[in-house]
């Protein structure tokens, strides 16, 4: 969790701007983000960005979405345009003609992989590795070729100390 930027309380304004081309972040509390005028004392309504984002991707489309109604929940897409809530997993097939444009617009792509963090990756490939030479340590046994599993187990022993 971050801390304001500017008085060190826990911050819950999270600002990202991007000015030519350079990614800035900045991050403030409550308090400190209405002096700034950053919220300009408005709430976010998510479902008023959601309608406003959904709105501007289906355009022509309207009338046929507009009598889409699930099958296995009921709700009908304008429900899901006021509301900004799908009602089941279904939903993503039968309105699929709107949601992609607007997961193409959130996502900027039409498949989420998500984020991993920058140490998880070096230590997946960590235990990755430790998994091949357990697996390589194994062969050595069973063939009984005892210097190369001697070999191995203390290369597992250096690298678990390292990770």
Not at 22 to 48: D, F, G, P, T, W
Not at 101 to 108: C, F
Not at 120 to 130: C, D, F, P, T, Y
Not at 146 to 156: C, F, G, N, P, T
């Amino acid at each position: 969790m971050n801390n304001c930027q500017r008085c060190g309380q826990p911050a819950t304004v999270h600002v990202t701007n991007i000015v030519n081309g350079q990614k800035r972040e900045m991050h403030l509390c409550q308090a400190c983000s209405e002096k700034q005028h950053i919220l300009k004392n408005q709430e976010l309504n998510l479902s008023v960005i959601l309608q406003t984002m959904i709105g501007q991707h289906v355009g022509a489309t309207t009338d046929e979405l507009a009598r889409l109604t699930c099958p296995a929940c009921g709700i009908k897409y304008m429900e899901f345009k006021a509301e900004g809530r799908l009602g089941c997993p279904k939903d993503y097939q039968v309105f699929q003609k709107a949601l992609e444009p607007l997961l193409q617009r959130i996502h900027r792509a039409m498949r989420h992989v998500g984020k991993i963090p920058p140490h998880a990756s070096r230590n997946a490939a960590l235990q990755a590795e430790l998994i091949d030479l357990r697996h390589k340590l194994r062969e050595a046994v069973d063939v009984e070729a005892y210097e190369e599993a001697a070999r191995l187990r203390d290369l597992i022993r250096e690298k678990e100390g390292h990770g």
